[in-house]
Structure formats: structure tokens, C-alpha cells
């Protein structure tokens, strides 16, 4: 029965990290993931004035964590069946291994997220400064 488990969980986990990546490798994935920034304020209605702080706790609990876990988790417990450890160790250092996989794929997708840009110009921002133009800017009122 344990092997069972162990071996359903790898296959499951290991089966949605690849298809996960084989989407996003062509474009058709998206980020669907719950993206709260710990250290972020947040603003949940929209106005532009922050209500709160995110939860850390989002990051590590999303589909791409949860799907590592699983596979972590049933590889683990396979390779420590194989091995001849006790039942009681191979749960706890699968659950281990899971858990430690689950942390390591927030930290990573939280990297990743800080790579991004936003690429929106703040007009106030250009207010005062020297620019380059690079396309021809018309006498006032003109049309050519």
C-alpha cells in the first residue's frame, strides 16, 4: 500500500512538473499562481492605497509547489523503500524532502518574478529631464 502511494504521488507530481514546463517552453502556459510579494504592500480594492501585507504563505502553496511536493515526495519514499529503511523514517524524510522541494520552487519563482519589468512610463517622472527623441516631432499645430 505504501509503495502505492510513494509511486502515484512521483507519478502525478512529476507528470504535472513536466507538462508545466512543456507548456510555458511554448507559450501556451500561463502564470496562474497566487503572486503575493511578503515584503510587498497590497492593495486589494483597486484604489491605489495599500490595505495589508501578502502571505509568504501563498508563495510556497501554489500548483507548482504543490506539484513538486508530490513528486519529491513519492520519489523519496521510493528510493528509501529500496534502501530498507524503517516506515516511520521514509515518511518523514519523503514529507521532508516534499516540503523542502515546495520552499525551494517558491524561492525560485519569487526570483524569477523580480527578473520581470513592468515596461508602464510615468509620464511625471519625464517632467524636467533630457530625453532622446528618435522620431520627428512637428511644429505646433502641424500636421507634417
Known amino acids: 500500500m505504501e509503495h502505492t502511494v510513494y509511486l502515484y504521488c512521483a507519478w502525478i507530481g512529476c ?4 507538462v508545466q514546463i512543456g507548456l510555458q517552453l511554448f ?10 510579494d511578503a ?10 492605497a495599500a490595505e495589508g501585507h501578502g502571505n509568504v504563505f501563498f508563495g510556497i502553496f501554489s500548483f507548482k509547489a504543490l506539484a513538486a511536493f508530490a513528486g519529491f515526495f513519492g520519489l523519496t519514499g ?13 515518511i518523514a524524510m519523503a514529507a521532508g524532502a516534499g516540503f523542502a522541494s515546495m520552499v525551494v520552487v517558491a524561492w ?14 510615468n509620464l511625471n517622472n519625464a517632467v524636467g529631464k533630457t530625453g532622446t527623441v528618435y522620431l520627428r516631432v512637428p511644429a505646433s499645430n502641424s500636421l507634417n
Open 15 to 18: 507528470t504535472l512538473i513536466v
Open 27 to 36: 507559450g501556451l502556459g500561463s502564470d496562474t499562481d497566487v503572486d503575493f
Open 39 to 48: 515584503d510587498a504592500d497590497v492593495d486589494f480594492d483597486g484604489d491605489g
Open 78 to 90: 521510493l528510493a528509501l523503500m529500496d534502501g530498507g529503511h524503517a516506515p516511520g523514517m521514509r
Open 108 to 121: 525560485l519563482m519569487r526570483g524569477l518574478a523580480k527578473l520581470g519589468q513592468s515596461g508602464t512610463l
